[in-house]
């Protein structure tokens, strides 16, 4: 008996690592949050520590209007612009 | 005809033999599955029209994509018939629509189901269940159309539970969560005539349904009374939130309430006013947000129906699906919140078997 395989082989994509910063100190460190309930008081709260830590600049906060979507190609090629390093995280 | 590049498996001509061996390779949702043959997999095909490459999904987050071939294979491993095909594959391209956010839906710890409502001829012509029974056990084409599209969830794009289906209780519609829209003694328009698709068409809608809320009521004689027992199973705290809603009222509630001469939009409206919670209410459980509260009073309020001081369910009446089913004995009707707490996914319809306004 010959059997169809359900499954299909992913797609091919280029992903890969960022290069790690030389260092935090000074930099500018930038929030995306997902709009979950507690999400941004977490992320601030973390962002504050780089800031008092690695003397970090706080970037304004990017949103996501869908928690559970992909950022979109826009919101994350205009943080990439803004910020050295950026954080995200789940609220709730 | 079927993809060249589709993979076969040699397996022995050995029909539990060969069971034995799909579940070896993990493509099962549990249950045991139709071995999906190559000739059974190509009967499939007779009833798409389109070329079995043909992508019918896409995942936004992996790229894994869900072609007519892959769609027809799962759809034999989950018992369907041939003809059932083109549900399928309008469920599947419902589904890809980016409102309804089918990876955010599944992989969520919220444990929703694609509910898929078929509406129109076709449900009958398929012998699906709109009456007793609606959404248990005993309709093959219920059965395996709700079924195959989970089968396509775990296999094609790849929703494992505990790995990238993160649902923290599930729900028993992860199973099959397929239903049709009774005709038989409907007093209101159908789904699909609500939808303006052409005479003779027939539709699917997929709703990211979250658990099943029996809504009990047998002694409520007028629409108000049937209706209040509903918005306040939507309204619950366990439940509320700006989420849509699938409301299916039974037989026996819906004579009560067409009975009196209310109207689909009627139902909706009064539900919509009545399926709130107030600020206060709200906080003394922890689920006030304020910025909830904006989004639905912003402006003069999403709906004139909504009022200060009270978080309704949803936006606006339209959030409600409202359809018949069920047995014709019984005040029993059912609440199925959205597992969206807001628009992170919004119901879609699609027309079975026909193309209407494609490009």
Redesign the interface.
């Given at each position: 008996m010959q059997l169809y395989d359900p499954t299909v082989t992913g797609p091919e994509r280029n992903f890969r690592r960022a290069a790690a910063l030389d260092t935090l100190d000074g930099k500018t460190v930038g929030i995306l949050e997902n709009g979950k309930l507690n999400a941004v008081e977490m992320l601030r709260e973390t962002a504050l520590l780089f800031e008092q830590r690695h003397g970090c600049t706080i970037a304004p906060i990017y949103s996501k209007t869908n928690a559970s979507a992909p950022a979109p190609a826009e919101t994350l090629e205009s943080a990439a612009k803004a910020v050295d390093f950026l954080i995200t995280g789940l609220g709730d | 005809m079927?993809l060249d590049s589709?993979?076969?498996?040699?397996?022995?001509?050995?029909l539990l033999a060969?069971i034995d061996?799909?579940y070896e390779q993990g493509?099962t949702d549990g249950l045991p599955v139709v071995?999906?043959?190559?000739e059974r997999?190509e009967q499939m095909l007779q009833y798409e029209g389109r070329p079995s490459e043909t992508v019918v999904a896409a995942h936004?987050?992996?790229?894994?994509?869900?072609?007519v071939?892959?769609a027809a294979?799962?759809a034999v491993?989950a018992g369907c018939k041939p003809e059932y095909f083109p549900v399928v594959i309008a469920a599947l391209e419902a589904m890809n629509e980016?409102g309804f956010?089918f990876?955010?839906?599944t992989?969520?710890t919220g444990g929703s189901a694609p509910l898929m409502v078929v509406s129109g001829p076709l449900a009958d012509d398929l012998a699906m269940n709109s009456d007793v029974n609606l959404f248990g056990p005993g309709n093959r084409a219920n059965a395996t159309m709700g079924r195959a599209i989970r089968?396509i969830l775990l296999?094609?794009f790849?929703m494992i539970p505990g790995v990238s289906d993160k649902s923290t209780q599930g729900n028993p519609g992860k199973y099959s969560f397929c239903i049709a829209e009774r005709s038989r003694g409907n007093p209101w328009p159908l789904l699909v005539q609500d939808l303006d698709y052409p005479d003779g068409v027939s539709s699917v809608t997929v709703f990211a349904g979250g658990g099943f809320c029996n809504v009990e009521n047998h002694g409520g004689n007028t629409p108000e009374q049937v209706l209040g027992s509903v918005a306040d199973a939507m309204a619950n705290y366990g439940c509320i939130t700006l989420g849509q809603s699938a409301v299916v009222l039974a037989p026996e509630h819906v004579r009560v309430i067409a009975g009196a001469g209310w109207s689909k939009t009627q139902v909706k409206e009064y539900l919509f006013s009545q399926a709130y919670r107030t600020v206060d209410g709200m906080k003394s459980v922890g689920k006030y947000?304020q910025r909830e509260y904006d989004k639905q009073h912003a402006d003069g309020g999403t709906s004139p129906l909504i009022k200060d001081g009270q978080l309704h369910r949803g936006l606006t009446p339209d959030d409600i699906l409202v359809v018949m089913g069920g047995g014709d004995a019984g005040g029993h009707s059912c609440f199925i919140p959205s597992w969206s707490r807001a628009?992170?996914s919004i119901m879609q319809s699609k027309p079975i078997g026909v193309c209407i306004d494609c490009d």
């Open positions: - | 079927p589709a993979r076969i498996h040699d397996v022995p001509d050995d060969a061996y799909c493509w071995p999906p043959s190559v997999v936004p987050a992996t790229g894994f994509e869900c072609t071939h892959a294979v799962n491993m980016p956010n990876h955010g839906s992989a969520s089968l296999n094609v790849r947000r628009r992170s």
